[in-house]
T-cell receptor, first 109, second 114 residues
Framework: AQRVTQPEKLLSVFKGAPVELKCNYS??????LFWYVQYSRQRLQLLLR??SRESIKGFTADLNKGETSFHLKKPFAQEEDSAMYYC???????????FGTGTRLKVLA | SAVISQKPSRDICQRGTSLTIQCQVD?????MFWYRQQPGQSLTLIAT?????????ESGFVIDKFPISRPNLTFSTLTVSNMSPEDSSIYLC???????????FGPGTRLTVT
């Protein structure tokens, strides 16, 4: 079955500490993977996608097909990074997202 | 990008009644989707709203319970019919162009059924 797993519901780190939000997926083909973010009182928005291989707001994510993972990383967390983060997968040939359950990141001062 | 509005933003309804949620986009889009996000859970796709034809429903969702209309390329509605407390959820509309797999999300409609 196609599935996205985010094992941590809540992740708390101190400001300036490194952050890694875990995402594992279950899919037999070549998926397209995304990270979406929802800041407090804002709508869900795209943070980054694996095919663009870019860094957004200091975040990066590398697709590891061997480990079927797409972890989101940032070397130095900032308070404004506090938000809900969702990993999502689109199976090949579709436009339908499969979302993980989300991880709430709290960056403490 | 696309700007999406939803109406209503929230509502409290009695069981057995129906609520229609509207989704309006500021530009023509190819694809529109409806999601449900139950308390403490992830987003689950209800259906893809197809312009001029019947919506495509995901497993576990049926047209009788969640009828969807999409009369044009900028507007869609989702009706939650014969509501029960289990339908209490946030309902989200999203849009996408076939040229891009990025989806733009509306602000959501928070529904509480008593």
């Amino acid at each position: 079955a196609q599935r996205v797993t985010q094992p941590e519901k809540l992740l708390s780190v101190f400001k300036g500490a490194p952050v890694e939000l875990k995402c594992n997926y279950s899919y037999s083909g070549s998926p397209e993977l995304f990270w979406y973010v929802q800041y407090s009182r804002q709508r869900l928005q795209l943070l980054l996608r694996h095919i663009s291989r870019e860094s957004i707001k200091g975040f990066t994510a590398d697709l590891n097909k061997g480990e079927t993972s797409f972890h989101l990383k940032k070397p130095f967390a900032q308070e404004e990074d506090s938000a809900m983060y969702y990993c999502a997968l689109i199976p090949a040939g579709t436009y339908k997202y499969i979302f993980g359950t989300g991880t709430r990141l709290k960056v403490l001062a | 990008s696309a700007v999406i509005s939803q109406k209503p933003s929230r509502d409290i309804c009695q069981r057995g009644t129906s609520l229609t949620i509207q989704c309006q986009v500021d530009s023509q889009v190819t694809m529109m989707f409806w999601y449900r996000q139950q308390p403490g859970q992830s987003l689950t796709l209800i259906a893809t709203a197809n312009q001029g034809s019947e919506a495509t429903y995901e497993s576990g969702f049926v047209i009788d319970k969640f009828p969807i209309s999409r009369p044009n390329l900028t507007f869609s509605t989702l009706t939650v019919s014969n509501m029960s407390p289990e339908d209490s959820s946030i309902y989200l509309c999203s849009v996408s162009q076939t040229s891009s797999r990025e989806q733009y999300f509306g602000p959501g409609t928070r529904l509480t059924v008593t």
